[in-house]
């Protein structure tokens, strides 16, 4: 027997039992379709981490202030450290360090903006004029932050695309006020001086707005240090394009630890580089999960392909004996049960793969909102290996359930095989 009487012999058996043929079928459909879709939206979720950690550009550096309590030794929360000051931003830049294009400090924190009947919730960044130059971006109205409102402590706002919307739908809104109330029960009016160009995507900027780094602290009370200085919990670093942000890091601690005079850095420097590659371990194990989930699908689908096949050769003991008794060696029974497991696999995966496909294309269709309100897309994205893993897998999973079935129907004795009944 070569492999095409196998094959027809296995089509035969298939075109004959139908409906137990689809049904064992489906299993391998629903595991492969599972693997497809699932690790779809795992190397999705990838894609849209590095687009997001990317588009603020690969050359940032972001010094953060050490949060760790000195007396406890217990870590704190975010922004908790209080070891960067404005004077600290205002210093290295002062420095000219080799290799450094801008920095500007920064302090954020969440605030309600009211403007007559509209309101809405939005981050609230504390900055230098020199942050616009950082993020590499723009205002398409009115002007950014200048040094003046730095110096004056003023009461300026910059708002980003999205909170102008919300806020002021039709109008032009330079020269217009918005109160920001802060914690209930801070209450500031703002003269807002300009609108950031819109960024899209899912980053923060589109709802942010922007004031002086000074003004908050200089206002209230709880928030200043007591030297008089601005504490801030970042400054963002942007390199030049072909600065080794290594020895860029290594320039910036040493400066700091000078400034603040200590042997051990009280802060901490974080690239963008470390970033994506911390994102993309944790996208690359939340993928393997997705898999493995998947994997259990594929593999209960499996031991339906053997259960069928070991009821098959119970039921066609006779044939076996047939067989047999006409020449047909073990080894052209063992080939006609694995050729016809395989068959069922294999056209169960390729099935499975354009049903996931097709899945996995529409899913950047379907959108939620988040916690904030927003509508995003579930984000997929459908690799090669991917496809190329879930076809081999299927004809692996053929290829073992067929294995002992086929073992079991060429140990058959032929002349016990043609007394079965």
């Known amino acids: ?10 089509f035969r058996s298939i075109i004959s039992t139908p409906l137990r043929s689809g049904l064992t079928a489906l299993g391998v459909i629903v595991g492969v379709t599972s693997v497809i879709v699932l690790v779809s939206l795992g190397q999705g979720i990838r894609k849209q981490v590095e687009d997001e950690i990317t588009a ?3 050359n940032l550096l972001f010094i953060t202030a050490r949060s760790e309590d000195s007396s406890t ?20 830049s002062s420095r000219n360090i080799n290799g450094i294009r801008s920095l500007a400090p920064q302090i954020d924190f969440p605030a309600q ?13 504390g900055t230098t004029p020199e942050y616009i130059d950082v993020i590499s971006t723009q205002t398409s109205l009115g002007e950014f932050i200048t040094q003046k409102d ?3 402590k003023a009461l300026r706002m910059v708002l980003g695309s999205e909170i102008k919307e919300s806020l002021f739908p039709d109008i032009d809104p330079v020269g217009k006020i918005v109160r920001l109330s802060l914690f209930n029960r801070f209450d500031f009016r703002f003269l807002v001086t300009g609108v950031m160009k819109a960024k899209g995507g899912d980053g923060d900027e589109d709802f942010s707005v922007y004031i002086p780094v000074s003004t908050m602290q200089n206002r209230i009370g709880f928030l200043r240090n007591p030297t008089g200085d601005v504490n801030v919990f970042s400054i963002i670093v942007r390199s030049t394009e072909d600065a080794d942000k290594t020895v860029v890091s290594d320039s910036i601690t040493k400066e700091l630890q000078n400034i603040h005079e200590v042997d051990e850095p009280d802060f901490e420097i974080t690239s963008m580089d470390q970033l994506l590659e911390a994102a993309n371990q944790v996208t690359q194990a939340l993928t393997l999960f997705l898999g493995s989930i998947a994997g259990i699908s594929l593999l ?4 339906g392909v053997g259960n069928i096949m070991l009821v098959s050769v119970t039921e066609r003991t006779r044939e076996i004996g047939t067989l047999r008794s006409i020449g047909a060696t073990k080894f052209d029974i063992r080939l006609q049960f694995i050729t016809e497991a395989l068959t069922i696999c294999l056209i169960g995966g390729i099935l499975g793969i354009l049903i996931g496909i097709i899945i996995s294309l529409n899913l950047g269709g379907i959108s939620f909102q988040d916690e904030l309100g927003e509508e995003t897309n579930l984000p997929a994205v459908i690799t090669p290996i991917s496809v190329i893993i879930a076809f081999l897998v299927s004809l692996l999973v053929g290829l073992i359930s067929g294995a002992y ?17």
């Open 150 to 152: 730095v110096d004056t």
């Open 1 to 10: 027997m070569n492999i095409f009487d196998a094959l027809k012999f296995a």
């Open 405 to 421: 079935p086929a073992y079991r129907a060429s140990e058959l004795d032929p002349i016990e095989a043609l007394r079965s009944e």
């Open 113 to 125: 903006l009211i403007a007559g009947d509209y309101n809405v919730e939005a981050n609230v960044f």
């Open 300 to 303: 209960v689908g499996a031991i």
């Open 56 to 58: 603020l550009g690969t």
């Open 73 to 92: 030794g217990v870590s704190g929360g975010r922004n908790s450290g209080i070891t960067l000051t404005l004077s600290d931003a205002e210093l290295l």
